[in-house]
């Protein structure tokens, strides 16, 4: 099965159409945890969240358990939180503060640097038994770009920033939102959905859906108006049914979205008079407001969503091939006015929570995509809109493209396919 | 302070008729519940999340609740195609005075939840801020905490 699932990769993935299997298939799900999430650049989370030394956070990468320290000395670390003597995880809490973790099961005691420092019963051991041999294992590789953790559970590949490549001019344009240039990530809110995790990330460059999947979102957001809206107004009520925007496909399957004012209501920073003449001490006038407005979204294929107007991002984890949790966490932007910041907490909580307005309807177009794929007489998933295009790469490398396309998609298929066609 | 027998009757009373409207999807009944002033939360991750600093599941005023109710009455509200059925169930109630025709409630909680092939069930605490208005009573605040907060959870029931 997995010897024809591995040759069978190349045909999966056409011009303008993928194969079902990828979004159905077990074996090919095992191959994206061992190929994907296990070799290249994955997000493993912010520096802010463990501000202090001591401070750490559990997670899973790959579906292997991690933890995130900050150690005595100030540096961030990721390790593997798996005890090094018969393989207990050594913490068991989602976010905390400890210099060290001790097993439960034979009390072997680990520095937050991943040191062995304690062993029970050490007389009981070989006389030539040295502890120097059992520090926690560290991710073979562990990057970061201005305070976003990325890891490889590879040893071999290209550093994180060349990886990155134009990406990293957008994670500044979004970190250098805040007057002092750093954000600081909130707690978060997650939500879980019976389908492939892919179906996410194509969702993230997909304007098209919009107002078909968002209807009710839309229809009756109109008369009443909520939570930021309510405290900065709607803005300019001249909507132009996203025909502003542009979409700009990156490298390694990333992309962007740059709104351009396609949703005034949404971007609400820029009607903070506050936050934008804190902004225009810094920047100038014009400048400022541009920065204030913008409306982007970032996609850092595998796993990484940013959202620039309500202040977020979403790390997709991927359960199995018709599960998927996604962890949303809102981020505060140091040195904006406080009231600016609890909006953007507000507007993307109601943006993506289980329970929000917005999200909901992709979870259930989402799963109904999966029930759907179930059909094998039918075998193809077709991408059709704006494909004729042009890509033609700017100065910077980025193919620029409309808003309606779905071009960025079959640019992630295609970093999919270089990822498991190797080896 | 606990209630007198009579107070603590009619408080579940009302809570129980809440959590029937609920049931029998009367949403634009259940939104008239809701003071002029009243909050809805749902936190996130723990009970004890603060509103202002971290995500949350559910955190509105009056209108954000229209909104919702709004939303899930629209004909395109695509996670209501097929409408799902809940079960809320509201015991232990514990009210507490807070004077001047105020109280406080806790409650243990359950929902029970129905769509199509899927079935799940959320359990917490439900809190109610309360107060006399028109011969009855009105919710100036509702928090669920549900015991799951900290895991993912998919399409959520109106809570």
């Known amino acids: 099965m997995t010897t024809d699932v591995q040759t069978g990769i190349p045909d999966l993935i056409g011009e303008s159409r993928v194969h079902r299997s990828i979004y159905t298939d077990p074996a090919i799900f095992e191959l994206e945890m061992k190929r994907i999430f296990s070799r290249t650049w994955v997000f493993i989370g912010h520096e802010s969240e463990v501000p202090h030394a001591g401070d750490y956070k559990t997670d899973t990468v790959a579906g292997q358990p991690i933890v995130m320290t900050r150690d005595e000395e100030g540096a961030v670390r990721v390790l593997f939180n798996r005890c090094r003597h018969r393989g207990a995880k050594v913490c068991n809490l989602p976010y905390g503060n400890s210099s060290t973790f001790s097993c439960l099961y034979h009390g072997w005691t680990f520095s937050n640097k991943g040191d062995l420092i304690a062993v029970p019963s050490r007389q009981l051991c070989p006389a030539n038994f040295d502890p120097g041999n059992y520090p926690l294992v560290a991710l073979p590789r562990v990057e970061s770009y201005r305070g976003f953790v990325f890891g490889s559970l590879s040893a071999e590949g290209t550093p994180l920033e060349e990886h990155l490549g134009r990406a990293t001019h957008y994670l500044d344009c979004l970190i250098d939102r805040s007057p002092e240039g750093e954000i600081q990530v909130c707690k978060p809110v997650k939500y879980s959905y019976p389908a492939n995790w892919k179906l996410q990330i194509e969702n993230y460059s997909d304007n098209i859906h919009a107002r078909f999947t968002h209807e009710a979102a839309f229809a009756a957001r109109r008369p009443i108006e909520s939570g930021a809206v309510e405290r900065y107004g709607a803005g300019s009520q001249q909507r132009s049914d996203l025909r502003m925007g542009i979409n700009r496909v990156l490298s390694h399957g990333d992309s962007m979205t740059d709104y351009r004012g396609d949703r005034p209501q949404m971007a609400f920073a820029g009607r903070d008079p506050e936050y934008v003449s804190i902004m225009t001490e810094k920047y100038g006038a014009e400048q400022a407001q541009a920065i204030a407005d913008m409306d982007i979204h970032v996609i850092i294929y595998p796993n990484l969503l940013m959202h620039s107007a309500y202040c977020h991002y979403r790390v997709i984890k991927p359960v199995s091939v018709d599960q998927t949790v996604i962890v949303g966490y809102p981020f505060k932007l140091k040195g904006a006015p406080t009231e600016l910041n609890e909006a953007f907490v507000q507007a993307s909580s109601e943006h993506i929570s289980a329970s929000g307005a917005v999200q909901v309807d992709d979870m259930e177009a989402f799963a109904r995509v999966q029930e759907g794929l179930a059909v094998e007489q039918d075998e193809w998933v077709s991408y059709v809109y704006g494909i004729e295009e042009p890509q033609v790469p700017n100065e910077y490398g980025e193919i620029e493209l409309g808003m309606m396309t779905e071009v960025p998609a079959l640019h992630q298929h295609r970093e999919w396919l270089r990822l498991m066609s190797r080896d | ?159």
């Not at chain 2, 309360?130 to 605040?141: D, F, H, M, Q, T």
Request: net charge negative.
């Open chain 2, 1 to 159: 302070m606990g209630a007198g027998e009579s107070l603590q009757h009619e408080v579940e009373q009302f809570l129980y008729h809440e959590a029937r409207l609920l049931d029998r999807r009367q949403f634009n009944e259940w939104y008239d519940l809701f003071a002029e002033d009243s909050r809805y939360f749902v936190p996130s991750m723990s009970a004890d999340s603060d509103p202002t600093a971290d995500a949350y599941i559910v955190h509105e005023n009056r209108k954000g609740i229209q909104y919702r109710v709004s939303r899930l009455q629209h004909g395109s509200a695509h996670t209501q195609i097929p409408p799902a059925r809940t079960a809320h169930m509201i015991t232990n109630v514990i009210v507490e005075e807070l004077g001047d025709g105020e109280v406080q409630t806790s409650a243990g909680y359950v929902v029970f939840w129905s769509r199509g092939a899927v079935e799940a069930r959320y359990a917490g605490l439900c809190e109610h801020h309360l107060r006399r208005a028109n011969g009855g009573w009105e919710i100036v605040e509702k928090k669920v905490s549900l015991l799951n907060n900290d895991q993912p959870t998919d399409r959520l029931p109106l809570l």
